[in-house]
């Protein structure tokens, strides 16, 4: 089945229909890895997001049990230059095409997925649509001019509070949409886990008496969340504090700071981060469309610890005083390297 | 710069041998260019003439020189560099930087070893230390150890369980090794290894067969700051050389799971190494679990790293050579981007396969089972946005006549045969394989078999699926749509029109009609995220083409294709340094080539470089987008010489000579008309077409004669002919093989062969210099030691050369450069060979004569004129300083292949020994090739009938150097006759005192062995010099060489007495 994804401009690349057949709309972003489709598959950061696997040969180890980030695929749409059915790896459950089409998304396959990443690249991350079939309407381009992916988190985070492990030390986990590896990397740690929903408040919380506040990773605009913001505030200084990506975004903005959007993001698993007190160079997992303003932090309290190599954005800050730090980066990996693990084990010493 | 270092010696990896080609040419220019632009001095060191790296170019001292710790010093005392990089020149510059540290010379003379220190590389290199460190950091290695006893054996076989791998230590041509799957069988093997084995040792392996073979690139800095840049997986599991496994990039059968594991286990093992530089990390995986182990690691930069350099374009030896004077990967730009830097890790947005370029063209009777040493002389890489045009652009690549997968003539073959041949792991398994889809197998059955994984299988089987829907349909029954899906899938024209019954033109024209065009995607490490500054290029068939045309004169060069026998490195010199010309006269200068291994392949070598197969098809493409002024043909071997006419007859300008004059040159009957034209003679010769004509031209030209197919067919050579019988054995097989072409049979004349390379810009000829082989007419002059300038030839003779090589040029309008090869016999001179092109001698003669020939030669094919360039014209006045060429053989690395010297060339690389006097050139050739003649001991002589009477005098030679002569029948007779005594050997199968047993006890110390008739496999002949190569003892197969060495020999020249020359001072 014939199938087109549309952009506000006019462009539009097209291809075929493969997993869930229907029309879907989305912010299209790219991501990098060559490596690891189906943790970006069910990273809950990429809610909202159709995205472009720049590597042109997807699904050759299939979807297996172990390596889903969250319960269910997130992304609203996945184009690959090629979708391999027959896939072959020994923990391999199901093709790509299978699992996109039982969780019913829409996937693209068998376009000019380089040319696609350079008009990205270029004009910067927007949204678009798959339509399935042939079609040209003027009704497309005013639904793809009017999407926004509003209030991401409210649809990823969890409804309810749940403990994973009871062992001592104890971390709240502020749920904005967090990836499985995220607390499996801390559970690794012996800390025992409690989920909270995104909008749970500070008081909550800090009644439940937890040695460590972690806030996670999550999809969407981070100024977006004021109330969050706000009650990140009172949470600030009162326990120890770790956050990655949106977690890192809120704690900075919660600190004052400010964020923009990047242009085209950062999403792929070779980012070079300079770890600035170290003086060393990590290669780090990344997936984020909005990074903290410079000169937006406070640099009497707030040390930026972390820097990204290519461009220079700010990858992690450190309180002068307090004990909180955060990373934009995805020290848990899954996918991409391993090499900024031993952030956890800072965080642990915090505790 | 950190580091404070003025000076460095930089140590070339010498002759390309199977296992060590081009890429430390490739690595080593990297690496001067880099020390250069810091400003630092560079002495460079290297036995090798045919290289980039020995250019002027390239380093401020080049030192041509033999490869040892004696050389070394005397660079070291004349130079005083004070640093020293080894990590560029392979396994010999590594090893010689071990001794060196060894013998304390390093540090007698206070210089510092530049990246990865002595004891880590020792670490890395040493089995049992590396084992121990792995231990100790928690990473599984395989688990072996070494046992004297068949009891021990079964002993350890309790603790590892089955399957086994056995090895002897000390293995020959890797007998009496094998995998043992229970007792019994180890028994077996076991106790043969032991008997195989010179130390009656063997190694006990646990077998990982069928694990997948998975490699790492990884980079350290001098901070510990780690990156991969790229990660392979051989699609041949464990068990075949990954310098014989196709290869793609990055692996395909991995989740990320398991791909971060070995990253992981990758890092650990360089931090504990204390790398600083480039590494290969080889890991085994289970396909069934996560269980691993680590194979070896490669301390330095490999033939690997040239390969993932090239697959991703990150240039590996240069920034190798920038954190070995101290840099961080943080402080390096990044190139292709020109705005990040160099720590990060490479992606790719499309994939790479390479494979191997096997040898067996040339060696007919070898064993092509593949396994754990290596075979192939090169490789080829492709690049593609799917797996199968990976390959298929691969395939063609190799030059063996295949377009596609489809082999016709495995139609014959039997089922039981392709089971066995891809059991074996056939150097042709990916035909084989294909032919066994066709018959109807099952992915399962074939992976099962050969260890292959499914995806692979299963992508091989798409394109065999789709040759077999196309094959012998209509090419007019093939749409737009199932035409742009073949072509996406990487077929070619040619591939198409040969399944459909049509020709390669037919499919280009209905291809044009359907507009059906490739587009050009850049490889730029970042998989699009960021803008590029590479001009590095590969096609696709898809919808958006990256390449900008500049309004600016373009000339484009081919390249010569992966290394083999025959076309080496050489041409990759001349198509560099014809960039360089045309860079040098403004003109934008576009580079073809598909081998990974070489300076060529740099991306900033050329303007552009665009990395394809070197068909008609591909080269077309290009040729038809970037729309250059002309094509240069005349450097890159016989790869590029043959798209003459094609190109020609597309109408596509031939910068140079014209396809015409190649044609006339490689057409033996215009050539003769031209010959006889110019009252220049060849040998006498005829083409006949049955064995009674061949006879009856033989007994008129007289024996002996020089016989070869017109055509080249697989499984005949040239070979000479004594008589009637030989010639008749020669002709029933040409004729059983392939009764339609004739067979081409001259006179042999046994003289003096002299050698000429010369330009020609259509007024004046300019011959840098007149080579003379030392072996006389018969041996292919590839494999002849090489003396220039000429030392037996007389002024008239010059002369006459001179003039015949004018006549030559200006008859075949030659534009740019020409070789021609003449014989010398009984004081007249013949013409064997013109080829209008750049020969294997031209960057040797450039480096000893300063001539340049190549950037000549690329002005006057732009229309310079030679008189105007500074170099005069006529024959150049010799210099006084000699220079020898001496072949290299890699014929211990290919089991059952004849080494004997004839028509056909067999060496795969070369040395120049540079000397004041003749005989100090011969010395340091013969040492840098590593023939090293004992001075006295036992030598095993059989001659044949031919060269008895020759052989004499130097019978007493060496019996006057205190040589115990052991001899069959006939030569001991002889020996007897002239007063020499000799120990009588008996034949293989007859009684008494055994000639191989002898070799096999290592009693003897030269085997002098002549050649008889029909060079037959099974021969004595055969069979003793097969043992001496794989033994390591010296056998000379020519009296020629015999005599030179001997000469050398009897002048008793002492190393401590030598002087090492700068070439760029003579």
Redesign the interface.
Known sequence: MKGQLFFEDGTIFEGEIFGYQNDTLGEVV?N?????Y??ILTDPSYYGQIVVM????IG??GI?D??MQSFSPKVKGFIV??A?E??????GKESLNDYLLKNKIVGLMGI????L??YL?DKGTMAGKIIVGEMNEDSIFKEIRKFYNHNAVDNVTTNYIYSLKPKLPKVAVLDFGIKKNILDSLIKMNIEVTVYPANTLAEKILKDNPDGIFLSNGPGDPSELNEIIENIKNLIGKKPMFGICLGHQLISLALGGRTTRLK?GHR?????V?DLNH?????TSQNHGYVVEEDSLDKEKIEISHIN??DGSIEGIRHKELPLFSVQFHPE???????TAYLFEDFLKML | MVMDIKKVLVIGSGPIIIGQAAEFDYSGTQACKVLKEEGIEVVLLNSNPATIMTDKEIADAIYIEPLNIEVIEKIIVKEKPDSILAGMGGQIALNLAVELYKKGIIQKYGIDLLGTDVECIDKAEDREKFKSLMQKIGEPVIESKTVNNIKDAIDYSDIIGFPMVIRPAFTMGGSGGGIANDVDELKEIASKGLKYSMVGQVLLEKSVKGWKEIEYEMMRDN??????VCNMENIDPVGVHTGDSIVVA????????E??ML??AS?KIIDALNIKGGCNVQLALN???FKYSVIEVNPRVSRSSALASKATGYPIAKVAAKIAIGYN??EIKNDVTG???A?????????VVKIPKWPFDKFRTGNRALGTKMMATGEVMAIG???ESALLKGVRSLEIGQYNLYKESLKTVSTKELIEKIELTDDERLFYISEMFRRGFEIKEISSITGI???YL?KIKNIVDLEEEIRDTCINNIYKDKMLLLKKKGFSDKGIGYLTNSRGMDVYKMRKKYNIEPVY?MVDT??????AASPYYYSTY???D?VDISSKDKVMVIGSGPIRIGQGIEFDYCSVHGVLALKEEGIESIIVNNNPETVSTDFDTSDKLYFEPLTEEDTLNIIEKEKPKGVILQYGGQTSIKLASFLDEMGVKILGSSAESIDVSEDREKFERLLDKLGIERPKGKGVTSIEEGLKASEKLGYPVIVRPSYVLGGMGMEIAYDKEELEKYLKNAFERDSKNPVLIDKYMMGLELEVDAIYDGEDILIPGIMEHLERAGVHSGDSISIYPAEKICHKIEEEIVEASYKLAKALEVRGLINIQYVLYEGKIYVIEVNPRASRTVPYISKVTDIPMISLATKVMLGKKLKNLGYGTGLNKFKKTKAVKVPVFSMEKLPDTEIALGPEMKSTGEVLGVGNDLDTALYKGLMGANINIPKGGKVLVSISDNYKKEFISRAKDLKNMNFEFFATSGTARLLEEQGIPSTKVSKIGEEGLCLIDLIDNGEIDLVINMPTKGRDSRSDGFKIRRRAVERKICCLTSLDTLSAIVDIIKKDIKIEDIEVIDICSI
């Open positions: 790219f990098t890895g060559m490596t690891g189906q943790e720049t590597y042109p040969l050759n180890y297996n172990d390596d230059r090629e391999y027959k896939f072959s790896n020994w923990r000019d997925t380089r040319a990443t350079k690249r085209y792929g698993t070779n980012q070079p300079k003086d060393r160079v990590y290669i190599l290519n990996a899954s996918p991409g390297p391993q090499d | 901070k510990g700051n780690v990156i991969t990055p692996s395909q059968t991995l989740s990320d799971k791909y971060q990253r992981n890092i396909p069934e679990s990967l943080d705005r990040t830097y720590c990060f890790e490479p992606t790719l947005d499309y994939c946005n799917n797996f994984d499914k995806f299963d995607k970042c998989g699009g995220e960021f803008e898809d919808t958006v990256e």
